[in-house]
């Protein structure tokens, strides 16, 4: 695997854009510059990838943006930061599903100082060249079906095959971008991306476990809407399984009830502990057993006169 973080030299114009970021004015021996390929348009370890369009609208985004390590929001761990960026393609490559390989690289800089050797001798000799970048996409469609995730389900499974075309999801639309990170294992294989989605206005449970799932390594970043939205969903989940446990509640109660009415034989505290583990359809189903269930009707004789004789016939078998 070829590295993604390797030293650099100042190219003509690019101190002037450093400058932008300073406080005071830096020269060319104040600050170690290096080139780190942000991320690309294949496939990933997630069986996503980004379009080559979402990858022009991330160059503009990810300027300015700083570089962590271990996508740590603490200020400490900022090490670096993006002053240029560039979509460039990668000659004689193909992506997986046998696009023209394009790949999202960004100029960064930091200062040289005796805090930072350690970390410029890492991206010197090769230790620190993996990274992985935070950002959040609108529109996530299946390679399959072409239904956008992010608004509907979809029922094609990332990483199968459907009638020889393999599942996986593009990304699309870019909203914002967080940060760079130095990563040990990045999600795409020649940089590295932690995702995160949005749906208009709105919190798509199934996308935040999705995420979640697939970041579970390197953490997740959420913007102030999503979490505020994801805040939301939670409190409407706690809602309706009050109101679901006060409704199992009541259907145990009155399945227990028709249980004593109709088999009254049974003991009490059995019927307690029958009830009391069974699930809400489970009590559905006995509820509507039960009161469809009819008594035993007592055969009664009748008397009928034919004649001076009497007829038992409705008791033959």
């Not at 022009?56 to 300015?64: K, P, Q, R, T």
């Not at 009707?297 to 004789?301: F, R, V």
């Given at each position: 695997m070829s590295s993604k973080i390797e030293k650099s030299f100042l190219k003509d114009g690019e101190l002037e854009k450093i400058n932008r970021y300073a406080a005071r004015e830096?020269?060319?021996e104040d600050i170690f510059v290096f080139t780190a390929t942000l991320c690309d348009n294949d496939i990933d370890r997630d069986y996503e990838k980004f379009s080559t369009q979402a990858l022009?609208?991330?160059?503009?985004?990810?300027?300015?943006k700083t570089v962590i390590a271990d996508h740590?929001?603490?200020?400490?761990?900022?090490?670096?930061?993006i002053f240029d960026t560039y979509v460039e393609r990668q000659e004689g490559k193909k992506t997986a599903d046998g696009e023209a390989l394009y790949a999202l690289k960004a100029r960064a800089y930091l200062p040289v100082c005796d805090e930072n050797q350690a970390l410029i001798r890492d991206i010197e000799t090769g230790i620190k060249k993996e990274g992985s970048v935070s950002c959040s996409m609108?529109?996530?469609?299946?390679?399959v079906c072409g239904q956008d995730k992010a608004q509907s389900r979809c029922e094609h499974q990332p990483s199968k095959t459907y009638n020889g075309k393999r599942c996986y999801t593009i990304l699309e639309e870019a909203q914002d971008a967080y940060e760079f990170s130095f990563v040990a294992v990045p999600a795409q294989k020649n940089a590295g991306v932690t995702k995160a989605y949005s749906k208009t206005e709105e919190c798509n449970m199934e996308d935040?476990?999705?995420?979640?799932k697939a970041c579970s390594d390197e953490g997740i970043t959420l913007t102030g809407k999503q979490a505020s939205g994801?805040?939301?969903?939670?409190?409407r989940l706690e809602d309706e399984a009050k109101l679901g446990e006060?409704?199992?509640?009541?259907?145990?109660?009155?399945?227990?009830?028709?249980?004593?009415?109709?088999?009254?034989?049974l003991d009490a505290g059995l019927i307690q502990s029958v009830v009391s583990v069974m699930t809400a359809e489970e009590l559905i189903g006995f509820k509507k057993g039960l009161q469809e269930r009819k008594e035993p009707?007592?055969?009664?004789?009748t008397k009928q006169e034919h004649g001076s004789r009497k007829d038992y016939s409705q008791f033959k078998i």
């Open positions: 830096l020269t060319a022009e609208e991330l160059a503009a985004l990810f300027i300015g740590s929001m603490k200020s400490a761990d900022q090490k670096a930061r609108k529109k996530r469609t299946c390679s935040y476990l999705t995420t979640i994801l805040a939301d969903y939670l409190a006060a409704y199992k509640k009541e259907l145990s109660k009155a399945v227990s009830a028709l249980l004593r009415q109709k088999l009254p034989q009707q007592p055969q009664l004789m």
